[in-house]
């Protein structure tokens, strides 16, 4: 789905009507405006399923955040787990492991990677991940490349070793954190 000017200026006015009748349980004006605007049709799309066209794909952009951002949410589950002995083998075999940072959410930088922001407002828009407020963090240095390394790593191992109420395996977990490292500096 891609709109022409014209039919975006259409959408827009149609919203700023919906908001002015001030209708209730039906289209959210903003998030349509949000959306168009910035020309994420994918949140349409996830937010209206109906609207959706059958040979539609989430962007890769939508799909490495919602990726990286269920990355961090498992290797936080999965490590408080862990038992003390495991807890003290991950801060040995993890170059800067620190608990409270290296498995939080860092976000995207604000000035190199401003589409994954947006994305992170529209998925908080849209009531993706409750209960999460840190969509929309500003990691102040280019990220996507760190999370691709990791990607690599914990898309097969969420695939094959997932347990629940376990999480992933220790090494996986290991393996995974170790690869924001970039190869040449490990």
């Known amino acids: 789905m891609k709109y022409s000017q014209q039919e975006k200026l259409q959408i827009m006015m149609l919203s700023d009507i919906h908001r002015a009748l ?7 004006p903003d998030l349509i405006d949000e959306a168009v605007s910035t020309d994420n049709y994918w949140a349409l799309s996830w937010e209206y399923p109906s609207l959706q066209d059958e040979d539609e794909e989430t962007p890769w ?32 075999s993890i170059r800067n492991f620190d608990e ?10 604000g000035n190199n990677e401003s589409k ?24 102040h240095m280019p990220s996507v490349a760190i999370y691709q ?12 070793n997932w347990v629940h109420n376990v999480g992933i395996t220790k090494q996986d977990f290991i ?7 970039h190869p040449e500096n490990r």
Request: hydrophobic residues 40%; negative net charge; proline residues 2%.
């Open 175 to 181: 393996d995974t954190l170790n690869a924001r490292v």
């Open 149 to 160: 390394r990791m990607l690599e790593v914990f898309l097969p191992a969420r695939a094959k």
């Open 100 to 109: 409270k940072y290296s498995l939080t959410f860092p976000g995207f930088d």
């Open 116 to 139: 994954f922001l947006l994305i992170g407002s529209l998925l908080k828009r849209m009531g993706r991940f409750s209960g999460k407020d840190d969509l929309t963090r500003n990691s």
């Open 61 to 92: 952009e939508v799909q490495l955040f919602v990726d990286t951002y269920d990355m961090y949410d498992i290797l936080q589950y999965t490590y408080e787990r862990f038992s003390v002995e495991d807890k003290a083998e991950v801060a040995e």
């Open 22 to 28: 001030e209708i209730e349980n039906s289209f959210d």
